[in-house]
């Protein structure tokens, strides 16, 4: 029985890390790129480790199953917040069939990216 789940998490792991490839290939944009990779990838990894530790089975693998999981869930949020907004600070051109740019709507109402520096100048 343990083989069978621990196959199905594996394949559907699987099948998440492809679709967010296919995601970073297809999209427009970087930051649907962004979204594809990182929510995708991030899903497939967690099937991937529900499956190695429903097939390991032991305390001391579920718990290094769950710290990798952990930091994953941790720092991948993380990092996709930093590089859309190096991104948008670097002004990379949003897809042509983008609707709404909510950042460029509150530049107008008085926004200052540096008004949060540690070292304003």
């Known amino acids: 029985m343990t083989d069978i789940v621990t196959a199905i998490m594996w394949v559907a792991g699987s099948a998440f890390a492809l679709l967010a490839a ?3 290939l297809r999209m427009p944009d970087v930051f649907t790129r962004m979204q594809a990779s ?5 899903l497939g990894l967690g099937c991937l480790l529900v499956g190695a530790a429903v097939q390991f089975g032991d305390f001391a693998s579920f718990i290094r199953v769950v710290s990798i999981g ?3 869930l941790l720092t991948t949020p993380v990092a996709a917040h930093v590089i859309a907004r190096a991104s948008y600070l670097a002004d990379v051109p949003l897809w042509d069939g983008t609707v709404l740019d909510e950042r460029r709507n509150a530049e107008g109402a008085g926004w ?5 520096d540690s070292n304003p100048a």
């Open 70 to 72: 952990a930091f994953v």
């Open 112 to 116: 200052d990216d540096h008004q949060h």
């Open 22 to 24: 296919v995601g970073v």
């Open 38 to 42: 990182t929510k995708a990838s991030t």
